[in-house]
């Protein structure tokens, strides 16, 4: 069982920007791809950026590409989601995923979980 832990969410202005992280108690499985999902009550689940530990090949939802940048910290089991330009329907809680092997699309299944993050953006 792997624990993640995510942290760095917050309450920002719109054009402001937050920086998510998330820790992984342990290396899950090797090779592994973690990614960042979101979610707000009653909606259904967003994958938002992916990435793969061994190589950082990234994939991103559209909704954020050219604003949201995932990265990793493979030494660390930690990965990064850095939120720049953010708008007030980037609102929402903010999970982190892990899985074994390729991220490939966001509709794989993912092994473990984290609590989430709050991030809200006001206007």
């Known amino acids: 069982w792997v624990q993640l832990v995510e942290s760095g969410g917050g309450s920002v202005q719109a054009g402001g920007s937050l920086r998510l992280s998330c820790v992984a108690s342990?290396?899950?499985?090797?090779?592994?791809?973690m990614g960042w999902f979101r979610q707000g009550p009653g909606n259904k689940r967003e994958g938002v950026a992916a990435?793969?530990?061994?190589?950082?090949?990234?994939t991103y939802a559209d909704s954020v590409k050219g604003r949201f940048t995932i990265s990793r910290d493979f030494a660390k089991n930690t990965v990064y989601l850095q939120m720049n330009s953010l708008k007030p329907e980037d609102t929402t809680m903010y999970y982190c995923?892990?899985?074994?092997?390729?991220?490939?699309?966001?509709?794989?299944?993912?092994?473990?979980w984290g609590q989430g993050t709050q991030v809200t953006v006001s206007s």
């Open positions: 995923a892990a899985g074994d092997g390729f991220c490939a699309d966001f509709t794989r299944d993912y092994n473990d």
């Open positions: 342990i290396a899950p499985y090797r090779p592994y791809c």
């Open positions: 990435i793969y530990m061994g190589d950082g090949v990234t």
